[in-house]
């Protein structure tokens, strides 16, 4: 990314009149043009960032944030750094604030052989186009971005020199979050789709390798951890019991007074900012990891635009880079329905598009390590099989427009009614075979509204699990006791124990198992985390 003029030309000046900058300080807040001295050098910020305590981003070892333009004529005086107690697994990268692309795009020079970028058009992953005398190749779906405007954009420079327009500026939007959310999804609708057929699903390839390998234990045990109180109690992120391999903190949400896009999280006032940011240090220090949720009942983000989307990208990765969180949980509840045009490979729902797009960005902001998790309501994705439209079938889109970066699938098996199986029968929440048939479809595939020509391939088992109420007060129906869980997770695992529905065959890669909420659970002694984990600590390795 290029540095602006006013930052240039500051930096001139100061070089020019032999006149040194203030020094670089650890825990400042930093304007893009902004310039500073550090360890004898001139710097200019390239973008407007906060130099969080214990990040270490200095301007030396920022060269993404911060641009060398000269030498001070102050004695060179280091900037005195904290040593934090842990190092979060991913080191964020602060990026630009979000722009939008300039209303009248200048003439492009074409390359030979290479289409030429066109604003009007739809582009897919791996195509590529010419850009003013350079060459760009598409990450993902991507319509009316102009290649080489957004550092984390969806076009990857391929050759040539980028030659970025001037684009107009978006103001950093200020969150201003609304109240809690309620702790309980919302319920599905009473009437279900049945299934009249029993498809026979023919899946496409599924991806090949995992995205988070080696990053987490073959099974694990995640848990949603509440930033309010909800009637089920407070607890520190600290005191989550070690069963717990991955901490969902619930929830970021979109602010409705702010621009469309924005993301915020505010940490309730029960709780202390730097002990929340200790705690979750400590928890990744033993190997667990700690993401942010997006939604829940109450949450809605607006996505409708590109330009909501890159403020997503902006806000929601400066939520992820300040606390340090290691991925992104994606429990969005409302505002997503599809339309008749919305082929579940090629979605054209600007909402689904641009939350697929957002998440592929904060990806390639965080690295190979940020991780990506799900957990949608049932209509929202096995309710496709019986109709696709509206709500039923919503997520597919996304789930597969982000099957290469999904680390795990874990839908919410609960606040449902009965639901269609591929085997023409309704199963209800709160069974042995619900549990079974439901996660069966997603490792086996299924067909959208029950036609043959419209299969949704599986998914790995390493990517699937899936959720149930730690306790029958924590979600409206659903609960199913241990005993009988560990029998659902016998029978698709092993194929043992199993009810009237039986896989066809075992998955003993089966990713494991999700719960609302921690603190439900410990109304219970921990009793869901502790016994599912040792369920699978004793599974073969």
């Not at 496409?204 to 073959?218: D, E, M, Q, W």
């Not at 994606?330 to 598009?353: G, H």
Request: hydrophobic share 40%; aromatic share 10%.
């Amino acid at each position: 990314m290029r540095r602006t003029r006013l930052a240039a030309l500051i930096g001139g000046l100061l070089l020019a009149a032999g006149v040194s900058a203030a020094t670089w300080q650890e825990g400042n807040t930093y304007s893009a043009g902004t310039v500073v001295d550090y360890n004898g050098k001139t710097y200019s910020a390239l973008v407007t960032h906060t130099a969080y305590v214990g990040t270490n981003w200095n301007p030396a070892s920022s060269p993404t944030l911060w641009k060398e333009v000269g030498t001070s004529s102050a004695t060179p005086t280091p900037a005195t750094t904290t040593t934090p107690t842990a190092t979060p697994t991913a080191t964020p990268v602060v990026t630009a604030n979000p722009t939008t692309a300039p209303t009248t795009a200048p003439t492009s020079t074409p390359v030979a052989g290479v289409a030429t970028w066109s604003s009007s058009a739809v582009y897919t992953g791996g195509q590529r186009v010419s850009y003013n005398g350079a060459v760009y190749e598409a990450s993902w779906w991507t319509q009316g971005d102009v290649p080489g405007a957004a550092q984390w954009g969806p076009w990857k420079l391929v050759s040539g020199t980028a030659v970025t327009p001037a684009p107009t500026a978006v103001p950093t939007p200020t969150a201003t979050p609304t109240a809690s959310p309620v702790a309980t999804a919302t319920a599905m609708p009473t009437a279900t789709p049945v299934v009249t057929t029993t498809p026979t699903a023919t899946p496409t390839t599924t991806p090949s390798t995992t995205p988070t390998a080696g990053l987490l234990p073959k099974h694990v045990v995640v848990g949603y951890w509440h930033n309010f109180d909800n009637g089920s109690g407070v607890i520190r992120l600290k005191d989550v019991p070690a069963e717990y391999n991955i901490i969902n903190v619930s929830f970021a949400e979109g602010d409705p007074t702010a621009a469309h896009g924005t993301a915020a999280f505010v940490l309730d006032k029960l709780f202390n900012e730097a002990e929340f940011i200790a705690d979750i240090k400590a928890k990744q220090a033993a190997g667990v990891k700690v993401q942010i949720s997006l939604g829940g009942a109450n949450g809605v983000i607006i996505l409708d635009t590109p330009a909501a989307r890159d403020t997503f990208v902006k806000t929601m990765g400066d939520i992820i880079a300040k606390y340090g969180f290691d991925g992104i949980d994606l429990d969005m509840e409302n505002n997503l329905s599809i339309t008749a045009n919305d082929d579940f490979r090629n979605p054209v729902t600007p909402q689904i598009v641009n939350i697929i797009a957002g998440t592929k960005a904060l990806k390639a902001r965080f690295g190979d390590k940020f991780m990506v998790t799900m957990a949608p309501e049932v209509n929202y994705v096995q309710g496709g099989l019986g109709y696709y439209g509206g709500t039923w079938g919503g997520y597919l889109p996304i789930i597969y427009g982000l099957r290469n970066e999904l680390t795990m699938l874990h839908v919410q098996h609960y606040n449902t009614g009965s639901v269609g199986a591929t085997d023409g029968k309704q199963y209800s929440q709160g069974t042995l075979d619900f549990q079974v048939a439901m996660t069966d479809m997603l490792l086996t595939g299924f067909n959208l509204g029950g036609d043959v020509n419209k299969p949704f391939p599986a998914l790995r088992p390493d990517q699937v699990g899936f959720g149930l109420p730690a306790t029958t007060s924590a979600a409206g129906g659903g609960y199913l006791g241990i005993a009988d869980t560990q029998k659902a997770l016998d029978c698709l695992m092993k194929l043992q124990n199993c009810g009237s529905y039986k896989p066809a065959k075992a998955q003993p890669d089966l990713r494991g198992i999700m719960t609302w909420s921690i603190n439900w659970d410990s109304k219970q002694n921990y009793d869901f985390a502790k016994k599912h984990s040792a369920y699978f600590s004793a599974y073969p390795k």
